[in-house]
């Protein structure tokens, strides 16, 4: 069965550090779009970074360039959300998502993607 599942969060404060992890089960991990998202109660969804696996390509949104990054790791099978020097606003419920690809991503947006997490909780204080 193709799903993905997060791990990972939890509190911090303001200027600290957290590592989100995605693990990927029933693809071809080299053809996958992957990416994290994040909403916040009563705001839309908004892409935070994406990777397509097979050539390593990312993007990520201007409000996060700078501080996250998002390794993988094949032989586990999984993709990483290496959050620093988070800020109040970061706190938002992140949720990973993939598609199977043979090429490029398709950006953040949200249809492109069929398979979601759960989300997890993200809470950053000031």
């Known amino acids: 069965q193709v799903r993905v599942e997060e791990s990972g969060g939890g509190s911090v404060q303001a200027g600290g550090s957290l590592r989100l992890s995605c693990a990927a089960f029933g693809y071809t991990f080299s053809r996958i779009c992957m990416a994290w998202f994040r909403q916040v109660p009563g705001k839309e969804r908004e892409g935070v970074a994406h990777i397509y696996t097979g050539s390593g390509g990312v993007t990520y949104a201007d409000s996060v360039k700078g501080r996250f990054t998002i390794p993988q790791d094949s032989a586990k099978k999984s993709l990483y959300l290496q959050m620093n020097n988070l800020k109040p606003e970061d706190t938002a419920m992140y949720y990973c998502?993939?598609?199977?690809?043979?090429?490029?991503?398709?950006?953040?947006?949200?249809?492109?993607?069929?398979?979601w997490g759960q989300g997890t909780q993200v809470t950053v204080s000031s």
């Open positions: 998502a993939a598609q199977p690809t043979s090429g490029a991503c398709y950006g953040f947006s949200q249809p492109n993607y069929d398979h």
